[in-house]
């Protein structure tokens, strides 16, 4: 018997049994469109996040409190001093060749305007703060240096609280309020797109020296240093190195801006793989669940292989029907998991970044088959073996 008739006698067999070789093939289906739909996550938040950093500009220095090493470790220390608005200022002060010393605070706050309220976070910033970020204006001007020394009430908004906020209306002039506090609008921006948190135009942004004064802290987050070229890069990492660590030791971190891509990258790949694997498991849950259901056809279709060995069927025909119809299970439960896992990518899009990659989806793909073939193999070899007198005589 040649490979085509092996295949059609494998697709009559399955035929005949059509809900049985549906929930049969469940199992892949659900482990191939996980694999593909998590590691499309973890691909466009990783290229979302990579982007937005490269938007910045290519001379950025970013200072983190803390040993960012040790935390990417899980060993960080809950003692790590945080920064305060004075050492912003010393690095402001003495550093040579940087264009803009900006200390940043991050933090979820609900803004509110008429009977309209939304939970939102604050991206605060000194007077440079848009050599820094990346969002774009669409109306409006910056937070100016008297307001940042004065930690006046202004306030810029993100597409987000723009749009749900004031929708077909101006916001410019506005008052809102901030964790019960009254801001005036005095700008706006335009979408900005997807993130690690979903909707990155959620931002707010304003002074960090109102910020402190809004959220009652001392501390930023961290500050960012823009040099004046490249070329000042590494000495500007080397200069604030030399000017924190008297008071900091080394419970601090800087980065230049290809440092905390290749981190991000390397964090958010393993996230990716991890994913994947655990993805793969459904998989191999869908594999066993192929290897019983070809033990049961054997099981069913003993007399059948009894007449078939006894008009010479080959061990080898036995072997390879059995093999085919459990690679067939797979491969079209495959196929069906990659269509469902690429059509849920497309529509999370609005919620989270995704990317289908290709090699995602031949992972996925040839995984499948390969379940198909490990776990088909002992019963096809179960039912190659199959004495044909005692299979004539199974009832």
């Known amino acids: 018997m040649n490979i085509p008739e092996s295949?059609?006698?494998?697709?009559?067999?399955?035929?005949?049994?059509?809900?049985?070789?549906?929930?049969?093939?469940?199992?892949?289906?659900?482990?191939v469109a996980a694999v593909i739909l998590l590691v499309a996550i973890g691909t466009g938040v990783q290229r979302s996040i990579t982007g937005q950093i490269e938007g910045l500009g290519s001379n950025l220095i970013f200072v983190f409190p803390?040993?960012?090493?040790?935390?990417?470790?899980?060993?960080?220390?809950?003692?790590?001093?945080?920064?305060?608005?004075?050492?912003?200022?010393?690095?402001?002060?003495?550093?040579?060749?940087?264009?803009?010393?900006?200390?940043?605070?991050?933090?979820p706050v609900t803004v509110k305007y008429a009977n309209i309220s939304l939970r939102s976070t604050i991206?605060?910033?000194?007077?440079?703060?848009?050599?820094?970020?990346?969002?774009?204006?669409?109306?409006?001007?910056?937070?100016?240096?008297?307001?940042?020394i004065a930690a006046s009430r202004v306030v810029m908004l993100g597409a987000t609280p723009r749009d749900k906020l004031f929708p077909h209306q101006n916001a410019l002039g506005k008052e809102v309020s901030i964790n019960g506090q009254k801001f005036r609008v005095i700008a706006t921006y335009g979408a900005q797109g997807?993130?690690?948190?979903?909707?990155?135009?959620?931002?707010?942004?304003?002074?960090?020296?109102?910020?402190?004064?809004?959220?009652?802290?001392r501390f930023v987050n961290a500050i960012?240093?823009?040099a004046k070229?490249?070329?000042?890069?590494?000495?500007?990492?080397?200069?604030?190195?030399?000017?924190?660590?008297p008071k900091f030791g080394q419970d601090f971190s800087v980065l230049t801006q290809e440092q905390t891509l290749g981190l991000l990258s390397t964090i958010l790949g393993t996230l990716t793989f991890m994913l994947a694997g655990l993805a793969g498991i459904s998989l191999l849950v869908g594999g066993i669940g192929i290897m019983n259901i070809m033990l049961v056809s054997v099981s069913e279709r003993t007399r059948e292989?009894?007449?078939?060995?006894a008009v010479g069927a080959r061990t080898y025909d036995i072997l390879s029907q059995f093999i085919i119809e459990a690679v067939m299970l797979s491969m079209v439960g495959g196929a069906m998991g990659i269509a469902i896992g690429?059509?849920?990518?497309?529509?999370?899009q609005k919620v989270v970044p995704t990317a289908v990659t290709p090699w995602s989806v031949a992972l996925a793909f040839f995984f499948s088959a390969a379940v198909g073939v490990f776990f088909g193999v002992y019963p096809a070899y179960r039912a190659s073996k199959l004495d044909p007198i005692t299979a004539l005589r199974y009832e």
Do not use: C, W
Request: glycine share 12%; hydrophobic share 40%; aromatic share 4%.
């Open 7 to 31: 295949f059609r006698i494998a697709l009559r067999a399955l035929a005949a049994n059509k809900v049985r070789s549906a929930l049969t093939m469940l199992g892949v289906i659900i482990g």
């Open 66 to 107: 803390g040993r960012i090493e040790e935390q990417q470790q899980g060993g960080g220390s809950a003692t790590t001093k945080q920064f305060t608005m004075e050492d912003a200022q010393t690095l402001q002060r003495r550093l040579v060749g940087a264009s803009a010393v900006v200390p940043i605070i991050q933090a």
């Open 123 to 148: 991206a605060a910033g000194n007077e440079s703060g848009d050599q820094v970020f990346s969002a774009k204006r669409a109306s409006g001007r910056h937070y100016n240096r008297s307001e940042y």
């Open 194 to 217: 997807g993130g690690l948190g979903g909707d990155q135009d959620n931002q707010l942004y304003m002074p960090t020296t109102t910020a402190m004064s809004l959220l009652s802290t």
């Open 224 to 226: 960012i240093i823009k």
């Open 229 to 245: 070229s490249t070329g000042e890069v590494d000495s500007i990492k080397s200069q604030a190195t030399r000017l924190l660590r």
């Open 305 to 309: 292989i009894g007449i078939r060995k």
């Open 342 to 348: 690429a059509g849920g990518a497309a529509l999370l």
